[in-house]
């Protein structure tokens, strides 16, 4: 009876560890391989985030010890039992990619609530690399998204009713309102929820460099963070147009 017990208890366990939920970071991770200098586009992330954390004691993401600069593609929810399958679709979705780089450019600086970041140069109506490998990881990956999605606070907030209402639907449909028609690339600088006043001052008072862009090779995915920026250590990063997977250090 009592190994009987145990067996049942173990295999309960396991199931509820298969079902684990976990949220997942998509992205272009902004760094510049170790071959080559620091890009612009790699520089400025991380100058805006050591300004913000020098400045503020209250800033909550660092690019130094804790976190990845990166452009979002796609982040939400999936279950653990699933990984192994979302990192071979990755790999699928890269080698397939006609892009052997994205070229990311930084266009200027925006403060919304509790989040400061760096807008990217992107047009909705032509097809680049960052929407197009977004479309795709989405249409991909959405047989392992975890239903019903987790509703970001932020948009909640929005006072637009007709976009709050369009973004409501991209998360009941896709798990995210970032994706396809409300795709918004950007950098992630500084998230700061005790002070976000503070924060927006201290954005104004930062020059972001002009003509400021940068060549990235990579595809990865990561565990979400505090602001949802993503936490060192990639479960997965590969390079764009290729099949060999590149080992995180």
């Known amino acids: 009876m009592r190994s009987s017990a145990a067996a049942t208890t173990a295999t309960a366990t396991a199931t509820e560890e298969d079902d684990f939920i976990v949220m997942l970071d998509v992205h272009i991770p902004l760094k510049t391989n170790s071959f080559s200098s620091p890009s612009c586009v790699e ?9 913000l954390r020098s400045e503020s004691s209250t800033q909550q993401i660092n690019f130094e010890t804790m976190h990845t ?27 397939a990619s006609q892009f052997m780089v994205c070229k990311i450019g930084l266009n200027s600086k925006v403060v919304n609530g509790d989040y400061a970041m760096l807008a990217v140069d992107f ?16 249409s991909s990956l959405l047989p392992y998204v975890h239903f019903p999605a987790e509703i970001p606070s932020w948009v909640l907030e929005i006072k637009d009713e007709a976009k709050r209402k ?9 798990g995210s309102p970032n994706v396809f028609d ?25 020059h972001l460099e002009n003509n400021c862009s940068g060549l990235f090779d990579t595809l990865a ?9 993503v936490l060192h250590g990639p479960i997965i990063d590969v390079k764009l147009g290729q099949r060999v997977e590149v080992k995180a250090s």
């Open 182 to 206: 409300g795709f918004d690339p950007h950098a992630t600088v500084g998230y700061d929820s005790s002070h976000p006043n503070e924060q927006s001052i201290i954005m104004d008072n930062i």
């Open 123 to 138: 047009n909705a109506n032509e097809k680049n690399c960052l929407n197009e490998l977004s479309d795709v990881i989405v």
């Open 69 to 95: 600069p990166h452009i979002t593609l796609y982040q939400t929810q999936f279950k653990r039992s699933d990984m192994d399958k979302i990192k071979d679709t990755l790999r699928e979705v890269a080698a």
């Open 221 to 229: 995915a990561g565990f979400v963070s505090v602001g949802g920026t």
């Open 43 to 51: 520089r400025e992330v991380m100058r805006f985030n050591s300004i």
């Open 166 to 174: 369009r973004k409501l639907e991209l998360v009941e449909k896709y």
